[in-house]
């Protein structure tokens, strides 16, 4: 635990816009809110997809993400209230609980499962999908599992209570430090009346996600649900966000890559070779720790 005074950004960042999300199905017929899109990917590289879920109707996630392929960047998994269990070919297994991180490399390609360990009560969180550079899409695997009391946190003098997941703030450092794309990950509650300061890489791409009460960056409202896409003008030093109510808010950033991307369901790469090279290596059984020709024939590519 840190308490640091802020005092930080002289040009900060405002609103470019509000993003509602979509309602889909995924996994096995898990109701989620994905905020960050598919068309979003080009303004908000290295960041590929954010999903939201959140219900204490089991029907909407026990059915959970049995067994799938990834290839080509990372998920973080962020679980505010529940308990997922995490399986993986390479062998790595966990049980996320409330407040707790699972950060996986899916790298040259993975087959994992995610699976609730409850069938009753609210299970919350998000999911985000990093991209990875093209120099380290064929990495092998890797995964590690953050337990809540692990994560660095920050306590400002102004009231906010900050959870360090990736990056920096206010000197303390996350969890987990990236060279390629200088992720920040940042879980910020504030109570009404608060603000918070946080510096960000001029040339870093950023936005925040607003899941609890409503907050107000440079003018702009920003309610629950909605995330707010933050502008990238040269020479910005940070972000200022004030809370109008008690709040709780994602704000992540990152480097942008500036490659191409190319992407088939659960696999990203940068040409449409490397998307159907991966597509073969899959069906011929060639990611890490599953035999040739062992796939359980229900984990589909969509």
């Given amino acids: 635990m840190s308490t640091m005074s802020s005092n930080l950004v002289k040009a900060p960042r405002s609103v470019e ?19 960050l899109t598919q068309t979003l990917q080009r303004r908000l590289d290295p960041f590929l997809m954010l999903d939201a879920f959140g219900s204490d109707k089991p029907g909407d996630y026990i059915a959970g993400f049995p067994e ?15 308990r997922m269990r995490h399986k993986d070919s390479a062998g790595h297994e ?27 009560g609210l299970m919350e969180g998000f999911q985000l999908w990093l991209n990875l550079p093209a120099r380290d899409k064929m990495i092998k695997p890797w995964y590690r599992d953050i337990a809540a009391e692990e994560l660095p946190r920050v306590t400002t003098p102004e009231g906010a209570n900050v959870q360090v997941i990736a990056g ?36 870093h791409n950023a936005f925040l996600y607003v899941f609890r009460g409503e907050v107000v960056v440079e003018g702009k409202a920003v309610p629950t649900t909605r995330m707010a896409i933050l502008t990238n003008p040269p020479g910005s030093d940070g972000v200022r966000i004030h809370a109008s109510q008690d709040a709780r808010v994602l704000l992540i950033a990152g480097r ?23 597509v073969e ?13 062992g796939l359980a024939p229900q984990v589909p590519v969509p």
């Fill in 68 to 82: 799938h392929p990834h290839r080509g960047f990372e998920t973080v998994s962020y679980m505010i209230n529940g």
């Fill in 281 to 293: 290596d899959f069906r011929a059984g060639k990611f890490e720790g599953i035999e040739a020709g």
């Fill in 17 to 35: 816009r509000l993003i509602n999300g979509q309602m889909v199905m995924d996994g096995a017929g898990v109701k989620i809110n994905r905020v």
């Fill in 168 to 203: 920096s703030s206010h000197g303390v450092a996350g969890a987990v430090q990236r060279e390629g794309t200088e992720p920040v990950y940042l879980d910020i509650s504030l109570p009404a009346g608060a603000a918070f300061e946080q510096q960000l890489p001029s040339g």
């Fill in 94 to 120: 966990g049980l996320i609980t409330n407040g707790g991180v699972q950060w996986m490399t899916a790298g040259r390609g993975v087959v994992h499962s995610e699976m609730p360990e409850q069938n009753e």
């Fill in 256 to 278: 942008p890559l500036g490659e191409p991307i190319a992407q088939y369901g659960p696999f990203v790469m940068n040409t449409q070779a490397e998307l159907q090279q991966a």
